[in-house]
Each structure stands twice: as structure tokens, then as C-alpha cells.
């Protein structure tokens, strides 16, 4: 489970990060990795975004500096922090990107698009991924490592005003606070007398 709250808050971060403007709009998203795929949806209201995928929903709320991991078959969520330092904004530059190099023009999905051939610094490591930018809207349609190993697409894509009740927590689910290692080392120790 964290694995899937961890990217999906990556995939929010990709997503804020690459739209050209503060703009409204939902898709279908497919994701790829390892010879596998995911799919999922997607909707964007300038700085929220929801993402349902693998059984769980993401709300990831800038305004508000957090990330709400719903789980709507246990009936649970989790609340973790945001910071939007890390997105440098909504626009179509990526974070911690160094360089980007115009590579042509290419149809994804049946959106005309520019693609791009990105590098970023990412924890003191250097990376390239390709970028495809739909020339209608700004967004990034698709993005993918350069050696093809995984890929977020975005199929069916609409863009227009989004229902604001998308972007907030549904009630009548329980938080669910993932214990904090220390704390529960400190409370071993207390109990078998060896945290004194």
C-alpha cells in the first residue's frame, strides 16, 4: 500500500509539474512499467489533482500542502504532507530540470504533440526522461524514461471545468496513521525494560 501512495504522489508531482497553465481537464491515464500496465483516471483543477488507480484514489491538494491516499475498500484514509516546493508550480517545466531539447512532432492518442527530450537533477542524480506536449492544451499527454522501462499516457483526454467536489476528502472514512518506527521502538523498550 505505501508503495502505491508513494506513486501516486510521484505521478501528482509529474502531472502539476508539466501542465503549461493553470488549466482543468481529466483522462484516462495508463501506466507501464517492468512489462506491465496499469490503468487509471486522472482529473486536474488547476492545483488539485485525483488520481484513481489500483484500488485507491489519491487527492493531492496544494492549496492545502497535503495528499489524501483514500482506500475506499477499507474505508480508510491517510494524510501526508505536500510540498509544493518540490513541483516548482504548474507549469510545463519539470522539477529540478536542466535542459530540455526539442526532438519533433508526433501524434499521441490522436493529440498532436511536441516531443522533448528532458534532463533533470532529482537527490544529486542526473536523469532523461521524453516528454510528448500536446500543442492544443499544454499538457503532457505523455512521459516516459528514455529507455522505454516505464511510461505514464494519458488516453481520452478532456479539457474543461472539473467538479470541485472531486478534489475533497468524502466523508465517513476513518485516518489511518502509519506508525512512526521511533515511537514504536521507544514503546518496545518501555516494555521489556529496556528503554530506561
Known amino acids: 500500500m505505501k508503495k502505491i501512495a508513494v506513486v501516486l504522489t510521484v505521478l501528482a508531482s509529474i502531472v502539476l509539474a508539466g501542465a503549461a497553465e493553470a488549466l482543468e481537464f481529466s483522462a484516462d491515464m495508463v501506466s507501464t512499467a517492468a512489462g506491465r500496465s496499469a490503468t487509471g483516471k486522472m482529473f486536474v483543477a488547476n492545483d ?24 475506499p475498500d477499507q474505508g480508510m484514509y491517510m494524510e501526508q504532507p505536500f510540498d509544493p516546493m518540490k513541483i516548482a508550480g504548474a507549469t510545463e517545466k519539470m522539477p529540478g530540470e536542466i535542459e530540455r531539447t526539442f526532438l519533433g512532432e508526433e501524434s499521441v492518442n490522436g493529440r498532436n504533440a511536441r516531443k522533448y527530450r528532458v534532463t533533470y537533477s532529482t537527490a544529486g542524480r542526473r536523469d532523461t526522461v521524453l516528454q510528448w506536449v500536446d500543442i492544443q492544451s499544454g499538457i503532457p499527454v505523455k512521459t516516459s524514461a528514455e529507455d522505454g522501462s516505464w511510461s505514464v499516457e494519458y488516453k481520452n483526454l478532456r479539457v474543461g471545468p472539473q467538479d470541485t467536489a472531486l478534489f475533497e476528502m468524502p466523508q465517513g472514512y476513518t485516518k489511518f496513521e502509519v506508525p512512526n518506527m521511533a515511537d514504536m521502538m521507544k514503546a518496545m523498550g518501555a516494555k521489556t525494560g529496556r528503554g530506561r
Not at 48 to 71: N, P, Q
Request: overall charge positive; hydrophobic content about 60%; glycine content about 4%.
Open 48 to 71: 488539485k489533482v485525483r488520481m484513481e488507480m489500483a484500488g485507491a484514489i489519491s487527492i493531492t491538494r496544494i492549496d492545502k500542502k497535503l495528499v489524501w491516499l483514500v482506500m
